[in-house]
């Protein structure tokens, strides 16, 4: 199983790229994990609910049936870093390729959440995809230190 980070776009900045290239080799230690990026449909000129509709498609096109797929938006549910754990442990003994779909600026189309199977918050706040991607890695390493019961996560089991 594998865990996928589907997301919009890719990351522009330098630093963020950096620091999500680093997160993305630390959470490999514990975890398959694979990156695929969709085009960022606004940067063709698109408008905001055209540019959301033509990125839902191509995500859509890149879920395989039989995977559980989370949604990343701020209305989806708020878990600590030991339930993300705990979740992705759970995740890993269904042996279910799990799909995270990160959208663009103009967050997911509508068919992309009527295909999730369930939705996941990293914050209320509204914080910017590329962001929000370095968040979702960090949590997937920190979640493979919590389970093997390594230093790095200082809060509370």
Request: aromatic share 8%.
């Amino acid at each position: 199983m594998i865990f996928h980070i589907l997301a919009v776009g890719r990351v522009r900045q330098a630093a963020l790229r950096e620091a999500c290239e680093e997160y993305r080799t630390r959470a490999s230690r514990y975890f398959k994990l694979e990156v695929i990026e969709v085009a960022d449909s606004s940067r063709d000129g698109r408008t905001g609910a055209e540019a959301m509709r033509a990125e839902g498609a191509a995500l859509l096109k890149k879920l395989p049936p039989g995977a559980t797929v989370v949604a990343l938006t701020r209305e989806g549910e708020g878990e600590d870093s030991p339930g993300f754990a705990d979740r992705m442990s759970r995740w890993q003994r269904e042996a279910r390729d799990v799909f995270f779909v990160i959208g663009g600026a103009g967050g997911l189309d509508q068919a992309v959440f009527d295909r999730a199977d369930g939705r996941l918050s990293l914050s209320t706040w509204t914080v910017p995809h590329e962001l929000a991607r370095l968040v979702l890695l960090e949590q997937i390493y920190r979640a493979g230190t919590i389970l093997k019961g390594e230093p790095y996560h200082k809060g509370h089991r």
